[in-house]
């Protein structure tokens, strides 16, 4: 992310406003964490969440997130791809960052990595869903609480590694955005942002990735994984069998929607199977019309 | 696809009075149909044609096309038989053409068009081949006012069907399925009654779920034979 773009005290506030009522309306209050609930706000939203692995040729994925909105008549339509090849915790940031275009009404977006620079609604929506998933009072009253003081700047790497482990492990949010949020709060000075951000957090055997494992094995693996998931909500798939029931999509159709995300109707009940002895009289059947044409 | 043996359809019972009418068919009704992702086995052209397409250009004198759905035809044997019956003196499919609307009429298929294309995967802006050819034969049929529309594809029936409360503006039109013009082939055809049979099997009876679903053949023939006990 460029830093030469800064955004004003103003608009900080502004986020922060947006984050808390946001996060006010949709049930979570105080120091409640989002984490995995980020994916049962999408279904309370009526927004389908389309997951699909998308890997790049570099080290980056090749996007982390798009938001599409429709409005057909009076009825609404808004969808989130989301690449599943990028780590699980960047997919939550990702789908936080897209739920930002999607309250502010910013339109249909494609969130590319690379193209986010010097772009101020892109900065703007990554701070709001940083401060979505844990909001800037919220990890004050934590350090206060912990430390008895709201800097950290005295405090060793160590110390601070630990803390990070378990914030994740809690607010599920990535490493290097934890990070981005202490320094923000000008809770850790340049040199221990620095320090921190050069740190391989992805690496399970280093210092961070021990610590980590060590917390909370089971949620810091999660986390830093790429779910590589094919899939969407049931809620989605659900529309998908309704309308092979309504007669909107045939059984051609069906099964390959259903396919897209490794899904088969015989999962749902619907055996589409041929019987061996129909499929023998066919084969009959058509073996003496080439007969009666030769 | 469903067989619907609950009630009457209008259009089949005055297609078997009057077979002369003119009737727009899907490129589906013209392309042997390939289940082969279920039943390992396609339905060959020359059987296709022995058992389905001569019989209906056989018994329907003014069968018809519109010019979007000529472009869905890629197999050369399929190409061939169309071009055969549209170049035949007098012709034996005639084709749709939006170049013959006028003005007026023009303006009116564009606005069916619009009403239409959202419900399937055809867009305008970008003309693409998906659900190209029924909408512009929905749209040019329910503009000249031509009433019939065979099809094999249970997302254009269902734009007919429910253009009341979709409405898609196609109120005047009327869909026509292979199943009913099977029927009426068996009971116009005395020719090869085994081989409708097989067709039927082949597009209605084939998975475990349309046997649980859809008629066999004997029952289905005696279903439509209470509907259309005159026919």
């Not at chain 1, 401060?131 to 004050?140: A, V």
């Amino acid at each position: 992310m460029n830093h030469s773009l800064v955004l004003s005290e103003i608009q900080l506030e502004e986020i922060r406003k947006l984050a808390e009522k946001t996060r006010h309306s949709l049930g979570f209050v105080g120091d409640t964490p989002i984490a995995n609930d980020i994916f049962t706000i999408l279904d309370n939203e009526g927004i389908l969440l389309l997951e699909y692995p998308i890997k790049s040729d570099g080290e980056n994925p090749a996007f982390s997130a798009a938001l599409m909105c429709s409005k057909k008549g009076d009825k609404e339509l808004a969808f989130i791809g989301l690449n599943t090849a990028d780590y699980f915790d960047k997919q939550i940031f990702a789908i936080a960052h897209e739920l930002y275009h999607f309250y502010t009404k910013t339109g249909s977006h494609l969130s590319r990595p690379s193209e986010e620079d010097n772009d101020l609604v892109e900065k703007t929506a990554n701070r709001f869903a940083a401060e979505f998933l844990l909001p800037e009072n919220t990890i004050r009253s934590i350090i206060l609480k912990e430390f008895k003081i709201s800097s950290l700047e005295k405090k060793q790497t160590k110390t601070l590694l630990r803390f990070f482990a378990r914030l994740q492990c809690t607010w599920w949010l990535p490493f290097r955005s934890l990070v981005k949020r202490l320094k923000e709060i000008s809770a850790i000075s340049d040199e221990q942002y620095s320090k921190l951000f050069a740190i391989n957090e992805r690496d399970m055997d280093g210092e961070y990735g021990r610590i980590g494992r060590a917390i909370n094995e089971d949620v810091f693996l999660k986390l830093n994984k790429a779910t590589n998931n094919i899939g969407t909500s049931p809620k989605d798939i659900e529309i998908i069998i309704r309308n092979f029931e309504d007669e909107l999509i045939d059984e051609d159709k069906f099964t390959n929607t259903l396919a897209l995300f490794n899904k088969n109707p015989d999962d749902f009940g619907y055996e589409f199977e041929v019987s061996d002895e129909d499929i023998e009289e066919f084969e009959e059947f058509f073996n003496e019309e080439v007969g009666d044409e030769s | 696809m469903k067989v619907d043996l609950t009630s009457l359809n209008p259009a089949l019972e005055s297609i078997f009075s009057n077979p002369n009418q003119i009737i727009t068919l899907d490129a589906n009704f013209l392309i042997p149909p390939d289940r082969s992702k279920y039943a390992k086995i396609s339905f060959d052209f020359e059987a296709f044609k022995r058992i389905w397409l001569d019989p209906i250009f056989e018994a329907f004198p003014n069968l018809a096309i519109h010019e979007a759905v000529y472009d869905e035809f890629h197999s050369t044997s399929v190409k061939r038989y169309v071009d055969t019956n549209i170049n035949a003196i007098p012709t034996k499919l005639i084709v749709h053409k939006d170049s013959s609307l006028t003005l007026e009429e023009r303006m009116l298929r564009s606005s069916i068009e619009e009403k239409i294309y959202p419900l399937t995967k055809y867009d305008p802006m970008l003309d693409n081949r998906d659900d190209r050819g029924e909408v512009k034969s929905l749209s040019y049929i329910a503009v000249k006012g031509l009433p019939y529309f065979a099809a094999h594809d249970s997302n254009a029936i269902k734009l007919i069907e429910k253009a009341e409360e979709w409405t898609t503006g196609l109120d005047n039109v009327q869909a026509i399925q292979m199943y009913e013009i099977l029927f009426y082939l068996y009971r116009t055809n005395n020719r090869d009654k085994k081989s409708l049979r097989m067709l039927y099997k082949y597009q209605y009876y084939l998975t475990k779920h349309e046997k649980n679903t859809n008629p066999e053949w004997g029952q289905f023939i005696e279903a439509m034979e209470f509907l259309y006990p005159v026919a």
